[in-house]
């Protein structure tokens, strides 16, 4: 999950991105992070206008961060595919998708995962909005969620 997806799950109380956070949640999906995917989380989610914007506290981010990471799997890439896409600092997602080998990429931003050396054949990887991704499960979120007190 790119960067933005978590912003968008945070901020907004309805949509995909939050629907995906709660299939993290819930094990339907196993997000892929590495030391450096989950630094630029800490970094952006923890940025003044996103608390604002979240109505959140730094603890509440490091609660969130914290079950985040334990529902998900650490890749540690045994080769980096650093200037593999449009945008350099998506490098480390497609790096993480690649050797983990994910299912997806999922943002928003998919023009950056555009291969910059002009191969019409992409990544190997399918890179889509979160939308996409809901329309491959049939899992609902209930009503009640432990991530709920978090996720108001």
Request: proline share 6%.
């Amino acid at each position: 999950m790119d960067t933005d997806v978590l912003v968008s799950g945070l901020r907004s109380r309805t949509g995909a991105s939050r629907i995906l956070l709660l299939a993290v949640e819930a094990g339907i999906i196993q997000p892929l992070v590495s030391v450096a995917t989950f630094l630029e989380y800490e970094e952006v989610l923890m940025r003044p206008e996103q608390l604002r914007a979240m109505d959140l506290e730094g603890d509440d981010i490091e609660a969130f961060l914290d079950g985040f990471l334990a529902m998900s799997e650490e890749v540690s890439p045994y080769y980096n595919h650093g200037g593999l896409v449009r945008d350099p600092n998506d490098d480390k997602f497609a790096t993480v998708a690649i050797n983990g080998a994910a299912e997806a990429i999922v943002t928003f931003n998919i023009r950056d995962y555009v291969p910059r050396d002009g191969r019409v054949t992409g990544l190997g990887i399918t890179v889509c909005p979160p939308g996409d991704i809901l329309r491959r499960v049939s899992w609902r979120p209930s009503v009640i969620s432990p991530f709920a007190s978090l996720l108001h």
